[in-house]
């Protein structure tokens, strides 16, 4: 797993890509509740490049989710098809705000 | 780890070492680096360890009254604390002295009269090394707990896996089989099964977010939940709403649980489910096809109170098996990073129909650890087939 972070009219963009999966989802987790700590209230998160993501890792966006509650949001955006099953199996797709590419995810931002 | 934590004692008869010792390294004892403690021969030495016992460093002289250096350095042997340096001080060219204090476990040797530049390169490589030392045993202290958390974790999920097969050796109806292989680092995999009543079975598969001891309990508590509600007969979609309710005040950091629910009417060939985000599961039917279990619109339990569960009903027919997964199959990995997938499942199971439910399940369970090739699994494999014979 990698993430990239960039910030863009105040609203941070991680592009996430590899597997996200039990043995990294900590690390995903905290790298996320620290921007939620420093301040982030909007996110897009970018995973295009994201091949995997188990549940420990939907875990980690619900709780931002919730972290983030009604004060910003943290949209998902550009997921492979693999990734999208994923989402869609769990119900997760009615959960989040899933767009096609971010320059969709960003107009609604 | 702060060194200045560590105290080193000075143990000699020759009273005027001590404020040599204290006038030579004034400075590092008013910064905190050296923190001394003397003592005048060995007896005195091992009270002052008891007295303090943040004591790193021992520098010993060899000939003392009461009990000399060789002596102590055998008593020191006893007390078996490998933090525990001692470097012994002697004549020059007290090469018998200095060989038998090497064999007693001394660390290292200085020879007198003491030239402070080595004295203190000496101190300062003791503690160096008592700092590694100690480090390492942090460390595998750590690793210990970790494997003691693991081992936790994988009874509790033993502990609440039926294992014994047939379940219900006097039905003639339906048959059943489950395997789960647990991954390394516990997943949180769980299936069960009861008689709700004489014609109706309750089953159901979960997998918990996340793993270890923590995993384990939140699968405890919703198998025991979903069991309790389960048995009083309700609808699929009715038992894990209030399942789901319940759990909501039970998780922490948003721990949740997928679940696949159903409910078979033996006599009737009924079934009726709901699906909390969980892989749908299959039907084997008697004629060879197969059907892939529609999404009742539903997501997983433990995080949004009050979520309505729906509930959908489907027909079976005498010889169909009901085929209930984990993503730990359809999503092992290989050396090459590809998947399992969906459609490799769905072509092995098209050609399993007809078998009998353990042989169903084992050649799924042989099929992805072929597939794998031992690449370590990343998440428990757990499977659950229910052949419906009318």
């Known amino acids: 797993m990698e993430i990239k972070k960039t910030t863009l009219n105040q609203i941070e963009i991680f592009e996430i890509s590899g597997r996200i999966d039990a043995n990294n989802a900590n690390d995903f987790e905290k790298i996320l509740v620290q921007s939620i700590e420093?301040?982030?209230?909007k996110m897009i998160a970018d995973l295009t490049n994201l091949e995997y993501i188990s549940s420990s890792g939907l875990r980690v966006f619900l709780l931002i989710a919730k972290k983030i509650g009604k004060n910003g949001f943290i949209y998902l955006c550009s997921l492979q098809p693999q990734v999208s099953q994923i989402f869609n199996i769990s119900g997760f797709n009615n959960i989040f705000s899933i767009f096609e590419n971010r320059e969709d995810a960003l107009s609604k931002a | 780890m702060d060194l200045s934590n560590v105290k080193i004692m000075v143990v000699d008869d020759e009273v005027d070492l001590e404020p040599l010792i204290r006038q030579k390294f004034r400075h590092k004892i008013r910064n905190d680096e050296y923190n001394f403690v003397f003592a005048h021969n060995g007896l005195e030495a091992l009270a002052k360890l008891i007295e303090h016992p943040d004591i790193g460093v021992i520098l010993s002289d060899i000939n003392m009254p009461e009990m000399d250096g060789l002596t102590l350095l055998l008593k020191l042997k006893e007390l078996k604390n490998p933090s525990l340096k001692t470097v012994v001080v002697s004549a020059y060219g007290d090469m018998d002295n200095i060989r038998t204090a090497m064999?007693?476990?001394a660390f290292d040797f200085l020879t007198k009269p003491i030239n402070f530049e080595d004295l203190e390169i000496t101190i300062n490589k003791t503690l160096e090394e008592i700092w590694q030392q100690r480090n390492a045993m942090k460390e595998h202290d750590q690793l210990i707990s970790i494997q003691q958390d693991l081992s936790v974790a994988r009874e509790i999920q033993q502990a609440i896996l039926p294992k014994t097969f047939p379940p219900f050796p006097n039905?003639?109806?339906f048959d059943i089989y489950a395997s789960m292989v647990a991954a390394k680092e516990v997943g949180g995999d769980f299936y069960d099964y009861f008689m709700?009543?004489?014609?109706?079975?309750g089953f159901v598969i979960g997998d918990v977010s996340g793993k270890g001891v923590p995993a384990a309990i939140f699968m405890a508590v919703s198998r025991t939940l979903i069991r309790a509600t389960g048995v009083k007969g309700m609808p699929a979609g009715e038992?894990?709403?209030y399942v789901n309710?319940?759990?909501?005040?039970?998780?922490?950091?948003?721990?949740?649980?997928?679940?696949?629910?159903?409910?078979?009417?033996?006599?009737s060939?009924?079934?009726e489910y709901t699906n909390a985000g969980h892989n749908p599961p299959y039907i084997l039917s008697h004629d060879g096809s197969l059907i892939k279990l529609e999404a009742t619109g539903n997501t997983i339990l433990g995080c949004f109170e009050d979520h309505i569960y729906n509930t959908k009903k489907i027909q079976l027919n005498p010889n169909d098996d009901l085929f209930l997964f984990t993503d730990g199959v359809t999503e092992a990995f290989n050396k090459q990073g590809e998947i399992y997938t969906d459609e490799?499942?769905?072509k092995l199971l098209l050609s399993v129909n007809n078998l009998p439910v353990n042989e169903i399940v084992n050649k799924i369970v042989n099929d992805v650890d072929q597939f794998a090739q031992g690449v370590p699994q990343s998440d428990d494999i757990t499977m659950l087939n229910i052949k419906y014979f009318g």
């Open chain 2, 103 to 105: 064999n007693r476990g």
């Open chain 2, 245 to 267: 309710n319940l759990l909501c005040n039970e998780s922490v950091s948003c721990m949740f649980v997928t679940v696949f629910y159903g409910i078979m009417n033996m006599k």
């Open chain 2, 344 to 346: 490799r499942l769905e």
């Open chain 2, 196 to 201: 709700i009543d004489n014609d109706r079975l």
């Open chain 1, 38 to 41: 420093e301040g982030a209230t």
């Open chain 2, 239 to 241: 038992c894990l709403h």
């Open chain 2, 171 to 173: 039905r003639k109806d």
């Open chain 2, 269 to 271: 060939g009924e079934l």
